[in-house]
Every structure is written in C-alpha cells, then in structure tokens.
C-alpha cells in the first residue's frame, strides 16, 4: 500500500512533535511515525532542562542573561570542536522557541543554574505535560501520528529522498513525501551494537533512554550517503546511583551544589565544577568505576524539591544515600580509608579558604558558584556510577536541518534535528541543549521542507 503527503516525520519525541505543529500549522499534510507503543522517546524520561536564555521568566527572577552568553558557554563547553554555525543557529531562534512553546500550552516551572552555564538557565519542564500539550497541537493542526510504525528504510526518486518504508502493526508500506522527509528518530544510547562500534570505552555505563532508541535514523540517513560527526566526544553522564533504571532515574548532582567527588581509596580525582560528561570520563578511569559523591548539611539544605537533578532529600528517603555525624563514620560506612577522607576533607576545606585548590576547582558549576567548606554535620554520601542516556553525535546537518554527505552537499528531500544529529556539542554537553536544540531545529526543519519546496513549485 501507498500513501502521498507532504511531509514524513520519523520519530515522536521533542523534535518529531516540534516539526510536525510547525508543518501542519503551516498547511502542510504530515504524518509521524513513531516505532514505539507510546510517543516521547527519550525526551519523555529526560531529566526536563532546557537551555534558554534572556526569557521572562529568567527577568521575573532577576537572572540577567542573553543569547551571546549562552552561544559562549556552549562552545567553551564543546572546547570549540562544535559546529559554530549550528551553536550560532541556536543562538538566533532560542528565545523565539522558548516563546513558541510556552504558546503552545507548555508550561516551564523553574530556573535552575546546570552544567556548563554562566547563569541559571536550566528552565525545566514536566516531560509528560510538554510532550502532551505539542501532542494535541499536531493534532489539532491535522498531523496523524502513528504508534508501532517502525520505519525500516528509505529510498530515493530522481536523485531526492522521498520515499519511506514502513512497517505497522505487522504490514509493509510506503509513503511518498512530496516536501520532505525529517529524521527525529533519537540517539543510540540503547544500541549495544553502536555503542559497541563508536564508543567501545563507554561498555560499563548503565543503559538508560528511549528503547526505540537504538540509532535506526544513522543507519537510515548513512544508506542515503550521510556523514557524521561527533562521534570521537561520546560520552556518558555522571551522577546516577548504580541501581538507576529508565523506571527510577536515581540521580543527584550534589556536586554542583558544594560536595565533592571521592573514589574508592578517599581521594578526589577531578574538579567537580566541569562537565558532567567529563566528570563521567574521569569516574570511568577509577579503579573499579566506583566513586562517591560526599557532602554536608550545607549543601543538603540547597536541595530542590521535585527537582530531577537537586532533589536530595527523596534520595534520601529511598535509602540511596548514606548519612553520619563524623567523616570517619561515614567513611567506614562506604568501605574507604577513614584517614584518607577526612584528609582529603581537611585539604579541600582548606582550598576553600586560600582559593588554591589543587584540582583547580573555583565555583560550583561552570563558572557560577562559591564552594563551600564540608563542616557542618551530618555528613551524607552517595555511591555514583555514570549513565549511557543520551549519544549526542550523528548525522551532520547544516544550519537548515537540511542532511550533509562528505562533501558538505545537501541530500535533497532529507532533513534530521534532535539527538540523532552530531556537529552540534562537539567535545562537551551543556545541560539543556539537547531538548533545546531538538525543539529548535525540529522547527527549522519542518519550515526549511515547506519553503523549499515552495520555491521549487514556483520555478517549475
Ligand atoms: C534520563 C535522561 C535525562 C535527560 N535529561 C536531559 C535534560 O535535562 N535536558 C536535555 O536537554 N536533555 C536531556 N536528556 C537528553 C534528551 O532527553 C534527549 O537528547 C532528547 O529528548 C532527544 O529528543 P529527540 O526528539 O531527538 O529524540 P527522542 O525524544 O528520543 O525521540 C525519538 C523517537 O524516535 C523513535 N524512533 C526511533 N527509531 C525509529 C524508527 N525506525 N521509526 C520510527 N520511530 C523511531 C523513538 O522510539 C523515539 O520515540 C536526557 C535524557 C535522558 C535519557
């Protein structure tokens, strides 16, 4: 059987559903295709930040923040390996998207300060409500959208992408898309296979994400001659405890909020200001992989309530977390040398107070934040692994979503934003790009898709 519309999206997380209200509220037929029973991918079990800057909500809130300094922090974090033409894209269309999608019904509850930003940017959304409210647009808008529709491959007409196979429920079909076909399909953080093949180093993670997730949009868009990128920077996230299922997100970043990171002989081995992406690297290196975050009722108290990162205390309550009135106890509790972590204590104190510290640690996240002394008792502790949630590095796009092959040159009819595309983090994630950008380009995309084909109809 076949079917004609005007635009095919594969994939129903953040970007599928952010292309197809932008398509359909253009005019455009569309249909989504998404190979899971329920929609929302990884986007649905994402720890909900998005990165925007210079929002009202950020003015309500006295945060004085703009778009430069947000493209800044991205780059520095990528160690500028990113595709700045990408980072700069972002730049231009965040705020607009912030404002698109608080039209379309989605709600942002808080601003937190996250991983790579100068300013509390983290805006953080209710996963389920975001991916609901773009739901009912498309929708509305008259996008159909199916679940169990595993796209299995694509297939080009006069040298343009416009053919898709797919198979629902048990039958095999095609569908023609006369504007253009977009890749939303997610990463491949549940493709042992891939990850196997890219990231060899990164096999002792825990496994969380989408389970639709295993890159079914690289193998796709690389049949069609696409190039990837990023591939060299994957990475996992630090800062789950061991027991973390895609069910129980089990994760605490105390780090960012003042404690320290210690691992199995008591010792601290990073600066715990950096990249979780990068603290993941350096947990990995530890001998047996198993390290502890370590803290005090200071920075107990600078918990967030609901938060998915700065909820302490409902870690607490489900017996994740270990708690003492001295070091040395805590220390025998958690199986590390009691000498070696009250002297590791002692001298990071002691950094605090002079600014010297040896790991090079100055702030509590990025370049925002005072550390604080680990004085005040109780004393907590929290055995952390990292996390295989997300691969942020695929398929090279241009600044119009449109896909790349070798040579630069666009694939005609074929458009990819979200998780699937590399080029866009280079070396290192900031927290909140990766919804933010899957909202932004998955936009891009569907406009690119209607107004190319629209100056095409008019030359013919
Ligand atoms: C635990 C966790 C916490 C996270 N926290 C954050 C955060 O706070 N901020 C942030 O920015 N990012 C975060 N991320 C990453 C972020 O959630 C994802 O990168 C982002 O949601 C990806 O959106 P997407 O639309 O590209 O893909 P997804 O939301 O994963 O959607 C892709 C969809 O495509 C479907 N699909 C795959 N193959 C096919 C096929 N062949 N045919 C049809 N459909 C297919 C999948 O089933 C899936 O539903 C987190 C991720 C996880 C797992």
Known sequence: ?????????????????????????????????????QIGGSSLLSGCFMAFAGTEFQKQHGITDSADSLIEDMLQVGQYKNDRTLVETYGQHQLETYNWLVNQGVQFIDCQAVSGHTNPRGHTIVPNQAIDMLKSRAIEHGAKIYTDAVVTRLEKRNERVEQVHVTYRGHSYVVEARKGIIIASGGFSRSEDLLEHFAPGLTNTIRLGGVGNTGDGIRLACEQGAWLRDTPYLKGTYGFHPSSTNDNKRQAHTFYKGGIIVNEQGDRFVNESISYKLLGDAALQQSDQSTFQIWDQTVMDKGVKGDALYDFASLEELGLMERSESIEALATIIGVPPSSLQQTISSYNEAVDTGNDVLGRTTLTHT??????????????????????????????????????????????????????????????????????????????????IQQSNVEEALV
């Open 1 to 37: 059987m076949k079917a004609v519309v005007d635009i095919v999206i594969i994939g129903a997380g953040m970007a599928g559903l952010c292309a197809s209200v932008e398509a359909a509220a253009a005019g455009a037929s569309v249909i989504v295709l998404e190979k899971q029973p």
């Open 368 to 449: 925002f934040g005072k550390p604080t002394k680990i004085i005040t008792a109780p004393f907590y502790a929290m055995n952390t692994s990292t996390a295989m949630l997300a691969t942020y590095a695929g398929v090279t796009v241009n600044e119009k979503a449109e896909v790349l092959n070798p040579f630069n040159e666009s694939i005609p009819g074929l458009f990819a934003a979200g998780e699937v595309v590399g080029g866009f983090h280079g070396a290192g994630y900031m927290t909140g790009s990766s919804l933010g950008k899957a909202a932004i380009f998955g936009r891009i995309a569907a406009k690119q898709a």
